[in-house]
């Protein structure tokens, strides 16, 4: 199962980098068309709903508590059951959704008076935004069965195809930007249109595959398979799915609202401030989503399997070798962001609309958010843990404790920081809940610290030494990166920070390749 894991994570990772490329794309496309004003702001908030009941419903509470049900019964015999079961889950999910999405058309202006307090006095952009976010909150029920339908080849090991999805999304959003004209009463119109068209081919494109392998036939559009008989074959199933998805619902929820209580504050703050939290928040998604939510996405797959679940030895193996990996990249993302983090913005998305004293907002909040980076990534690894094993209460717990720390800290730094305030509070709750996470892990046994695998991996005591020395090397890279800057021609610019980055990379993977500190599972053939 180590085998099956860190194959899932090299596809996942792989998939991310392309679509963090693309987003990379997409956000400088933004940048140039909506700068980071008035304008962008009105798209951000809009977008804000349906990707925070997306992450809630489907990505968050239905995956995590559909796919270890559906896992078990897909890997433990060869019947129809799996089909049967997801068919069931997928007819109350598109009930759950239409109604949520009908709601949300009926009472769009009390939602945004409730996520953008500080826009309501502003009636003209009040109402654009409204506008914007009835198309936007289209994109939900397409990209939430884009979800459900993902999870069952993540389930069946093919992670490709689900984590290619937001490639599409993002090409959906570069090509609307060129649609961006001064003439437009709205300027963000065609990018919320763009939304839901994009889910719907992201559907089209995931449903196909699921067709492919045969893992839905015909077997699950049957009628029967809504009839009491069969609901009542699969009640234990079901109810297990219920049980982790409402607690799912409630700690995802949590963390969504922690995001959400960001843009609230932001919209207080001041126009721009929503922007400028969105920008660095990019940034920080390219290192987190490539490594924090591909192995978070890999290891609740893999833990899922009966093998493994209920054996804390095996997942013990696998929560260390993921650590290890979060540690590998983490700590020099961190370092790198937290030195470089105006030059970065400023090569980046410092063109049009986009200005100097952007960047510097930017910059700021980017800082801050750097320094929850690594904590967020082992996070990711220690939530499918306890999804995994059906134990969401602990996560509902730690997800509200950090909502309220959150909101305080926010409430107290942006009096000093503004939006860098709200993104320092972050990082701090983050590193809060870190701890509290790795207090119950350890209670529990799923990670062992004196546990040898000898086929793969010597001692997870070693992690923290492993820690030190990786902060080691991640300094003497930014020594290597600053110097480089010194000796050069230093500017601004695509071109400049491809160089820059690769030099970094480079030389930091030949560094930890000589000290013999990349972790051997990434790269070497496992043996199991």
């Given at each position: 199962m180590i085998k099956f894991f860190i194959k899932g994570f090299r596809v996942n990772a792989l998939l991310t980098i392309l679509s963090r490329i693309t987003g990379f794309i997409r956000d400088i496309v933004l940048a140039f068309f909506l700068g980071a004003g008035i304008a962008s702001d009105i798209f951000f908030i809009s977008s804000k709903l349906p990707n925070l009941f997306r992450r809630i419903t489907a990505e968050g509470a239905m995956t995590s508590s559909f796919l270890p049900i559906y896992s078990k019964l897909l890997h433990q015999d060869k019947s129809d059951n799996a089909q049967k079961f997801s068919a069931i889950i997928c007819f109350f999910l598109i009930i759950f959704l239409s109604i949520l999405v009908i709601l949300f058309e009926i009472f769009m202006p009390f939602f945004i008076k409730i996520i953008a307090p500080g826009i309501i006095n502003y009636k003209n952009f009040f109402d654009d935004i409204v506008m914007l976010s009835r198309f936007t909150i289209i994109f939900l029920p397409f990209i939430s069965m884009t979800a459900f339908f993902g999870a069952m080849l993540n389930a069946s090991g093919r992670f490709f195809y689900f984590a290619f999805t937001p490639i599409i999304f993002n090409l959906c959003i570069i090509v609307s930007c060129f649609y961006i004209n001064d003439g437009l009463k709205i300027k963000a119109l065609p990018l919320a249109i763009a939304m839901p068209i994009s889910g719907f081919i992201q559907l089209c494109f995931i449903y196909y595959f699921v067709k492919k392998f045969n893992l839905i036939t015909k077997v699950f559009y049957k009628?029967?398979?809504?009839?009491?008989?069969?609901?009542?074959?699969?009640?234990?199933?079901?109810?297990?799915?219920?049980k982790r998805f409402f607690p799912a619902v409630l700690s995802g929820g949590v963390f969504q609202i922690n995001i959400l209580v960001d843009t609230i504050l932001a919209t207080i703050v001041g126009f721009g401030a929503v922007s400028f939290l969105y920008y660095s928040d990019r940034i920080i998604q390219l290192p987190l989503g490539i490594i924090g939510v591909s192995l978070g996405t890999v290891l609740l797959s893999s833990i899922s399997h009966p093998k493994v679940v209920n054996d804390n030895k095996k997942i013990s193996d696998q929560l260390i070798i993921a650590i290890k990996i979060s540690l590998y990249f983490g700590i020099p993302s961190m370092v790198t962001l937290l030195f470089f983090s105006e030059f970065i913005i400023s090569s980046l998305f410092e063109r049009g609309s986009f200005d100097q004293a952007s960047s510097k907002s930017v910059a700021l909040a980017l800082t801050m958010y750097s320094f929850?980076?690594?904590?967020?990534?082992?996070?990711?690894?220690?939530?499918?843990?306890?999804?995994?094993?059906?134990?969401?209460?602990?996560?509902?717990?730690?997800?509200?404790?950090?909502?309220?720390?959150?909101?305080?800290?926010?409430?107290?730094?942006?009096?000093?920081?503004?939006?860098?305030?709200?993104?320092?509070?972050?990082?701090?709750?983050?590193?809060?809940?870190?701890?509290?996470?790795?207090?119950?892990?350890?209670?529990?046994?799923?990670?062992?610290?004196?546990?040898?695998?000898?086929?793969?991996?010597?001692?997870?005591?070693?992690?923290?030494?492993?820690?030190?020395?990786?902060?080691?090397?991640?300094?003497?890279?930014?020594?290597?990166?600053?110097?480089?800057?010194?000796?050069?021609?230093?500017?601004?610019?695509?071109?400049?920070?491809?160089?820059?980055?690769?030099?970094?990379?480079?030389?930091?993977?030949?560094?930890?390749?000589?000290?013999?500190?990349?972790?051997?599972?990434?790269?070497?053939?496992?043996?199991?």
């Open positions: 009628i029967s398979n809504l009839k009491q008989n069969n609901f009542n074959k699969f009640k234990n199933n079901t109810s297990d799915t219920l929850g980076l690594p904590f967020v990534m082992i996070i990711k690894c220690f939530q499918s843990v306890f999804i995994a094993t059906g134990e969401m209460k602990k996560i509902l717990y730690i997800s509200v404790l950090q909502l309220i720390t959150n909101f305080i800290l926010s409430i107290i730094l942006m009096k000093y920081l503004l939006h860098g305030g709200i993104a320092l509070a972050t990082s701090i709750s983050t590193i809060l809940s870190f701890m509290i996470y790795l207090f119950y892990i350890l209670k529990n046994k799923k990670l062992i610290l004196l546990s040898v695998n000898s086929k793969n991996y010597i001692s997870s005591k070693n992690v923290l030494f492993y820690f030190v020395k990786i902060s080691l090397l991640s300094f003497i890279m930014i020594f290597v990166l600053y110097l480089f800057q010194t000796m050069t021609d230093y500017n601004s610019g695509i071109i400049y920070l491809s160089i820059f980055t690769s030099i970094g990379i480079l030389f930091y993977t030949f560094i930890t390749y000589i000290t013999k500190q990349i972790p051997n599972e990434l790269f070497s053939k496992l043996k199991l």
